[in-house]
């Protein structure tokens, strides 16, 4: 009778183990083991700057996305695949008149879930700040120049 409740207890936690591994080979993203595709978009929303560009200029510590020169409503767009043995951060530097501004575009811990279910990370920059949305419907300010 023991070894009959021993062998069902074995089995038990196999199936377990077995279900386990299941769940994490078909949702890799949940621990993002073989990555996640982020899009990451930085927008000139400033009203009136036809004569004077938006300057910006984005990096990570494994790629130099170089820099661009936005107009009114142009913007700059990258895609990040989140890696466990990459650093999964993208730092920009915004130029524009005699301001100047660096932030992280994209950050792992802070912008995995906050990007939403569609892993759209957007900014739009104006003349009093930064602000993020993850749908380009509902913005949120984070920071001032």
């Keep these: 009778m023991k070894k009959k409740k021993l062998l069902s207890t074995i089995l038990f936690l196999f199936l377990l183990s077995a279900f386990s ?3 994490f080979i078909i949702q890799p993203d949940k ?6 595709v982020f899009e990451v978009r930085v927008i000139n929303g400033f009203k009136n700057n036809s004569s004077l560009p938006l300057v910006i200029w984005c ?3 494994e790629s130099d996305l170089g820099g661009r020169a936005l107009q009114e409503h142009d913007d700059f767009s ?3 695949t989140t890696k466990l043995w990459k650093s999964n951060q ?6 524009w008149d005699a301001k100047r ?3 992280d575009a994209f950050k792992v ?5 906050r990007c939403g279910n569609f892993k759209k990370c957007f900014w739009l920059v104006t003349e009093d700040g930064f602000y993020f949305s993850p749908d380009e419907v509902n ?3 984070d920071f001032q120049w």
């Design 21 to 23: 591994f299941f769940m």
């Design 31 to 36: 621990l993002y083991l073989h990555g996640v």
């Design 59 to 61: 990096s990570s510590k």
């Design 78 to 80: 990258w895609k990040v």
């Design 90 to 95: 993208f730092s920009c530097t915004m130029k």
């Design 101 to 103: 501004r660096s932030f």
């Design 109 to 113: 811990p802070r912008d995995f879930y």
């Design 139 to 141: 913005w949120k300010k």
